[in-house]
């Protein structure tokens, strides 16, 4: 038996304050909506009941946002792809964003159980004048628990404007991807934060973006398995690998904290369920 999700998450503007309007089928909703900065931006709480996928099992989430229109989404807990029946177990994300709209996306990390067969997508249309911060971190089995993942598949793709496409395939049985150099050298928690924008950064504006980020990345111990890039006009990216979620959110909190602050003029108080 199968347990599908369907959310359609609207964000609309009404009296400079951003409103979240929702419908679901299914067991994902919105758990709440806060305003710990005021009206503007609209920090919403995502809760997925079962907490995790088997196969079969589909969560589409469709997010749209009204031009100058600010959210910060987040979830309580990791989204976990269990052991597959054969069947996939799929997280299809669609985003769209209208102009001057900011996005924060920032849920907790996705777990890939050993035997899972998982697909992860998200897709981005963004207007001319929206950003969108996005990160996306993955752990390959339970290293704590002594459940590696070493079989099992997991798909993930983020697409922007449909101008540029990132696929991984992650298999536990390529032992080359999962334990070499020119791989994931043994590590288990594959982190990305992305930098989106519907127009182009200028030169300075990139350079100074990925300066934030490099410096942070030197600082840290991190440092010799993560780096910054921007592989389009439109996108800026850090890629961590690390031995545990906990050591790469670390890092990707703080950047992201720096470019919240020196790009968009914000503090950046942490979301309370980080500190749960």
């Not at 946002?65 to 799929?90: C, E, S, V, W």
């Not at 992860?120 to 929206?130: D, P, Y």
């Not at 934030?212 to 690998?241: F, K």
């Amino acid at each position: 038996m199968t347990w599908n999700a369907n959310l359609k998450l609207n964000f609309i503007s009404k009296n400079q304050k951003t409103v979240c309007d929702f419908l679901h089928l299914g067991p994902l909703r919105v758990l709440k909506s806060l305003y710990p900065e005021g009206e503007k931006i609209c920090h919403t709480v995502l809760i997925h009941a079962p907490g995790g996928l088997v196969g079969g099992d589909l969560i589409q989430i469709e997010l749209n946002m009204q031009d100058q229109t600010h959210a910060l989404i987040t979830n309580p807990g990791a989204t976990r792809f269990y052991k597959t029946n054969g069947q996939l177990a799929q997280q299809n994300i669609q985003i769209r964003l209208g102009k001057q709209a900011f996005l924060e996306w920032m849920p907790l990390e996705n777990i890939a159980y050993n035997n899972c067969l998982a697909s992860n997508k998200i897709q981005l249309e963004l207007a001319e004048g929206a950003q969108a911060l996005v990160w996306d971190v993955t752990a390959l089995g339970l290293k704590q628990s002594n459940l590696p993942f070493v079989e099992g598949q997991f798909e993930q793709e983020i697409n922007l404007n449909h101008k540029w496409l990132e696929k991984a395939i992650i298999n536990g049985l390529d032992q080359r991807l999962m334990q070499s150099e020119v791989g994931l050298n043994g590590f288990t928690t594959i982190s990305s934060l992305y930098f989106f924008s519907g127009s182009d950064f200028s030169e300075e504006q990139r350079q100074t973006i990925l300066d934030q980020a490099y410096d942070l990345i030197q600082a840290s111990d991190l440092s010799a398995s993560a780096g910054v890039t921007s592989p389009h006009s439109q996108v800026v990216v850090v890629r961590v690998l690390s031995p545990t979620t906990e050591t790469s959110m670390n890092l990707l909190k703080l950047i992201w904290a720096s470019w919240r602050k020196n790009e968009w003029g914000l503090s950046a108080p942490p979301p309370r369920l980080w500190s749960m």
